[in-house]
């Protein structure tokens, strides 16, 4: 029995330098401000602690959609050509709400299985149904559709993560967010003005190089009106930027582009001829065979260069271009960098959008370390004393028992890499509070197998066995809520509910198995007969 | 030192008392939430913009609102916020104000309206953030340092903003004053670049309608997640009417903390709904721990009734049920106390609702318990039903796996 006791022993001081190394490390200097310093590099803190920005976005995968299936629609076009099927007309009809839909009508009943198998082997992503009239719908597959907008997902956490390196924020982090509604959260520590990594961060650089067919028109109805009011199916309407006091012009531009973002292989900041800021961007193999084919093919023909939907800058094709090329339009130096930055870091593959912002700044960081060790240690402190007080010589079994617990908890935060919140502090607080209940439990029970008139040695066995069921039940209710609290939480709620749960898993062996071993040590040094304190 | 030895009290005979207790608080939190203040909702849920900002001076709610109003914004709540004497005020703005396109439009407004003694061609060093002030100062150079600037300006700029952040909690009243912690020669070269208005922003929370829809289904899926969990768990360990009495009792609890908030007009966050979950599961302890005691007295009391094998059991756990929570309660007071502005929502529903739960797991789950039983006794399906032979089988179960009672005296008796 004692030699199983100091097994005991040993492996409960064994536990506890395991969780005090999980705390501080192996500290690289004995003294107070080393071992504060590595207890830093240990706990990571959360945003609301230290400070910094919080971001939710959501990438508009319609986007990327939309770039597929204007591809498709050129393929179509140049395979009906090639392959001489008629047809009235294609056309998108709802770019917004259904972006994978095309429409292709009038296509000859003799031609109909002809048109049906060459669009399901070149275009192997979509089904093609038929539809009244000699017209035919062709749907993206919704397997592909997923997979092509959790691909534009992916890539945009990529491009994010390549900005926000290269913009030299500290430990960013940039992951996928909520239940599948292509969100992404990026969180930066220490920058509290993100205006900057947000412009960084947002501007799609979507870059694509395509023909200009009309314009420029001072206003979107004149433009209209110069088409009577329907403009080609295979055109668009495109504005400038803004400068100054006018607003933007408008061009017709063609649907397809000769060259997108994908094609670049570099981009710098650099001057045009007239030595205002620009940027020069060059291509890649491929892309440059794409833009020498069409630049050779539309020589005297308007070419535009479009930048997340705005007409940068239109020029005449004077000769056949091959992989390098110069954009400008009125930018400023700082400017020119970041666009040739974001244009490098590879172009988002569709627009996001911005669906939440916080900041905190770091005095209130500060301040809320303050309140929340406070409140934990005078809570910490009342809970002690009061079960000396209650418990006599069996509080300070419980009051060892709860230390353990904090130390434990303390040294998963560190071992784990688990964040430390603010809710999280009040986790941790909140585990010494309930912790203590298993004690209670305990030592309630104890206390009536001795008035039932049992030895101390059975009444601490008695006591154990029947609240360890109790206690159990009660463990799993509140970890089953941490649980679900984890799941559907995010950010500060989530520190919460891990410092919680985490608590109060160390707390089953604390209050019952660390406790019963004080106990059993108690009760080992004491002549039979002897009371017990409690 | 011990409290409610061999307490007696009646429990179920004032069952009508607590019923009366606890419709006054529900159709008191109901009311509030119909008819008077709704539920109020935080800016997590109900979307808008919200920014901290302090003031190097005692604010003025109505030049604020004035200057609000200059810039187009008519309807923002303005609201004096932490201690006292600190100057710090909080302008939220509804959701109807947070452009989809634009989310930090209005935050953006908030702060053009608030700038003061703006000097053009000069930014203002209150919100300046870190990356312009070592910016500027790489470029003036001021300490002539050409070779290593680009690492001493940093940390030089950094020792300027905590300055301003943490010793003076966010706004300095003037330049002159970062001579405590910088060279004479960077304060005059910061002198030429930067002015001073007289308020820095602390914090800012925007959340999109979107994202505020998003989270309300969260929460509420998430309180009816644990409501189930605790349904399904108390069914598989006592027997499916007590898991319905929990829920209920956790319910009711539920009901009254967000009727509390309703009541007081304190806007239920986030946070507040991680309390609200913890609250499901800690109500339930209680009620757990007195029903544990039930199911061991209804074997042993088998001549009595239920109700007085209930009455029994909770006066036997009272000492225990008040105790814990009386140190939970503590704990959470502390953090109410003490915990900080941020935390106020979530410790204040931790603190309703410990009173709440502990005073229900006595007074609401276990007489449903009895009532439940009366009104099977009355259908004529017999008395013993409860105690019966589910809760003997479950017994019988936990002694073969050795967890109850009769197993440890085996092994005491072998010592």
Redesign the interface.
């Known amino acids: 029995m004692n030699k199983n006791l100091g097994w005991k022993l040993i492996a409960i001081i064994a536990v506890l330098l395991f969780f005090v190394i999980g705390i501080f490390g192996i500290p690289k200097e004995w003294s107070g401000k080393g071992l504060m310093a590595s207890l830093g590099d240990r706990i990571h803190l959360g945003l609301?602690l230290k400070g910094g920005t919080h971001l939710?976005l959501?990438v508009q995968v319609n986007d990327a959609v939309n770039v597929d299936s204007d591809n498709a629609v050129e393929r179509i076009k140049a395979d009906a050509k090639a392959r001489k099927i008629n047809y009235a007309s294609i056309t998108k009809p709802d770019p917004v709400a259904t972006p994978d839909k095309i429409v292709v009508t009038g296509v000859p009943t003799e031609s109909a299985s002809d048109f049906r198998s060459f669009i399901s082997d070149r275009l192997p992503e979509y089904d093609i149904n038929s539809a009244p009239n000699n017209s035919w719908v062709i749907t993206m597959k919704p397997q592909s559709l997923a997979d092509l907008k959790g691909r534009a997902v992916q890539q945009a956490i990529e491009t994010i993560r390549n900005r926000i390196d290269s913009l030299g924020v500290s430990e960013p982090t940039i992951q996928e967010h909520?239940?599948g509604?292509y969100q992404i959260l990026v969180q930066l520590p220490?920058?509290?003005?993100p205006?900057?990594v947000?412009e960084i961060m947002q501007s799609t650089a979507m870059l694509e190089i395509k023909q200009a067919m009309g314009g420029p028109y001072p206003t979107r109805d004149a433009a209209l009106q110069d088409h009577g009011g329907v403009l080609p199916p295979d055109a668009e309407l495109l504005p400038t930027k803004s400068s100054g006091d006018n607003g933007p012009q408008w061009y017709l531009i063609s649907r397809a582009a000769a060259v997108t973002g994908r094609d670049l292989r570099g981009a710098d900041s650099s001057r045009d001829e007239n030595g205002a800021p620009a940027v020069q961007f060059n291509l890649t193999g491929e892309g440059g065979r794409k833009f020498a084919a069409f630049t050779g093919s539309h020589v005297g023909d308007n070419l535009a260069v479009i930048l997340d939907h705005k007409v940068q800058e239109v020029a005449v094709i004077k000769d056949q271009i091959h992989d390098t090329g110069i954009i400008n339009g009125r930018f400023t130096d700082q400017e020119t960098k970041d666009l040739s930055m974001v244009l490098r870091s590879g172009a988002l593959p569709a627009g996001i959008?911005?669906?939440?912002?916080?900041?905190?700044?770091?005095?209130?960081g500060?301040?809320?370390i303050?309140?929340?060790v406070?409140?934990?240690v005078?809570?910490?402190a009342?809970?002690l004393i009061?079960?000396l007080?209650?418990?006599?010589a069996a509080g300070i079994n419980a009051d060892i028992a709860l230390i353990l617990n904090l130390i434990i908890l303390l040294g998963f935060l560190g071992f784990s890499g688990a964040t430390l919140t603010?809710?999280g502090i009040?986790g941790v607080?909140?585990t010494?509070?309930?912790g203590?209940?298993s004690n209670?439990?305990i030592f309630?029970r104890i206390?009536?197998e001795l008035r039932a008139g049992k030895t101390p040695?059975?009444a601490v066995?008695?006591g154990?066995?029947?609240a360890?069921?109790?206690i159990v039940?009660?463990h799993?209710?509140?970890?089953?809520?941490?649980i679900?609290?984890f799941?559907?939480?995010?950010g500060?709620?989530r520190g919460?509910?891990v410092t919680?749960s985490f608590g109060l898993f160390a707390n089953l062996f604390t209050a019952v198995f660390v406790s019963r071993v004080i106990f059993d040590w108690i009760l080992s040094r004491k002549q039979r007969g002897e009371a017990l304190s409690i | 030192m011990e409290f409610f030895r061999d307490a007696n009290i009646d429990f179920l005979g004032k069952k009508w008392y607590f019923l009366a207790f606890s419709l006054v608080f529900s159709i008191a939190g109901i009311a509030s939430m119909l008819f008077w203040h709704g539920i109020p909702l935080g800016v997590d849920f109900r979307g808008g913009t919200l920014v901290y900002v302090k003031f190097s001076h005692t604010p003025n709610d109505n030049a604020i609102r004035a200057a609000m109003d200059k810039v187009g914004l008519h309807n923002p709540r303005i609201q004096d916020y932490g201690e006292p004497g600190r100057n710090e005020v909080l302008i939220d703005l509804p959701v109807q104000e947070t452009n989809e396109q634009a989310l930090d439009q209005g935050k953006l407004q908030i702060i053009n309206a608030l700038q003061s003694n703006v000097v053009p061609g000069k930014e203002d060093f209150n919100n300046a953030s870190l990356l312009t002030i070592a910016n500027y100062l790489n470029q003036k150079d001021p300490l002539h340092l050409s070779t290593d600037s680009a690492q001493k300006y940093p940390d030089i700029a950094k020792a300027l903003i905590d300055y301003r952040n943490k010793t003076k909690g966010g706004v300095i009243a003037s330049l002159d004053e970062l001579k405590a912690v910088a060279d004479p020669a960077v304060v005059s070269s910061l002198n030429d670049g930067f002015y001073l208005s007289d308020y820095g922003v602390y914090q800012v929370e925007i959340v999109g309608p979107q994202v505020g829809k998003q989270l309300q289904t969260q929460a509420k899926l998430a309180v009816v997640y644990s409501l189930l969990g605790m349904l399904v768990y108390l069914a598989f360990r006592f027997e499916l009417i007590y898991g319905i009495a929990a829920v209920i009792t956790v319910f009711h609890d539920t009901l009254i903390t967000v009727g509390f908030f309703s009541l007081t007009n304190k806007p239920i966050s986030l946070t507040v709904i991680a309390a609200i979950l913890t609250l499901v599961g800690y109500s339930n302890n209680d009620t757990i721990v007195v029903f544990d005691r039930i199911r061991e007295n209804l074997k042993l009391m088998r001549r009595e009734s239920l109700a007085d094998v209930v009455n029994r059991s909770i006066n036997q756990t009272l000492s225990r049920t008040i105790l814990t929570a009386g140190l939970t309660f503590l704990t959470v007071l502390a953090l109410y106390l003490f915990g900080g502005e941020v935390l106020h929502g979530f410790s204040f529903a931790l603190v309703i609702g410990i009173l709440i739960g502990t005073y229900s797991s006595i007074a609401i789950a276990a007489p449903i318990l009895v009532a439940y039983q009366e009104w099977r006794s009355k259908k004529g399906k017999g008395s013993g039903t409860l105690g019966g032979s589910k809760l003997a089988a479950n017994e019988a179960k936990s002694i073969k796996s050795g967890r109850t009672t009769q197993v440890p005296s085996k092994v005491s008796a072998g010592r």
């Open positions: 609301d939710i959501q909520g239940l509604d220490g920058v509290d003005d205006e900057r947000k959008k911005y669906l939440e912002e916080r900041t905190v700044g770091p005095s209130l500060a301040d809320s303050k309140a929340g406070q409140a934990a005078i809570g910490m009342a809970v009061f079960m007080i209650y418990y006599r603010l809710p009040a607080i909140l010494v509070g309930m203590v209940d209670v439990l309630e206390r009536e040695p059975s066995q008695q154990f066995a029947h360890w069921i109790t039940d009660t799993v209710t509140t970890i089953v809520s941490a679900i609290l799941i559907f939480g995010t500060p709620v919460f509910a919680l």
